[in-house]
């Protein structure tokens, strides 16, 4: 299977680099949801999400990620730790830019007058 998911992979970068990104995202995907223990999936998904500006769906994949490595036989612990550590570090930076996000639309509905900040009643 890793042999195929390798190719999978190699294929995928082609496609990017074709501008197929689509069909190079579907590939990624696969080997993202077959648990690939290497890193490459993970990180083109989340740089092509978050070039998209879809900070859930790279969200989504990080946490697939974390999860991977953590039960993942074919590293050793310290390999584990490091790649664990590399992906949750991305993730938290996901994490702060999705709520920054969130702020700012918050903002920018109050300031058009969609939303007001009026006391909640006790």
């Not at 496609?15 to 080997?31: D, F, H, K, Q, S």
């Not at 949801?33 to 900070?55: H, M």
Request: no cysteine; hydrophobic share 40%; proline share 3%.
């Amino acid at each position: 299977m890793r042999e195929a998911q390798t190719s999978r992979n190699l294929e995928a970068l082609e496609m990017e680099r074709e501008g197929r990104v689509e069909e190079a995202i579907a590939l990624y995907e696969r080997n993202a949801a077959e648990g690939f223990a290497g890193d490459w999936p993970y990180g083109r998904l989340v740089a092509i999400y978050e070039r998209r500006g879809d900070l859930d769906e790279a969200e989504r994949v990080l946490l697939r990620a974390v999860a991977v490595f953590q039960a993942s036989l074919a590293r050793t612990p310290q390999d584990r730790r490091t790649m664990v550590q590399t992906f949750k570090k991305r993730l938290a930076l996901v994490q702060k830019a999705r709520r920054a996000r969130a702020r700012s639309a918050t903002a920018s509905r109050r300031a058009a007058g969609g939303e007001s900040r009026r006391p909640v009643p006790e």
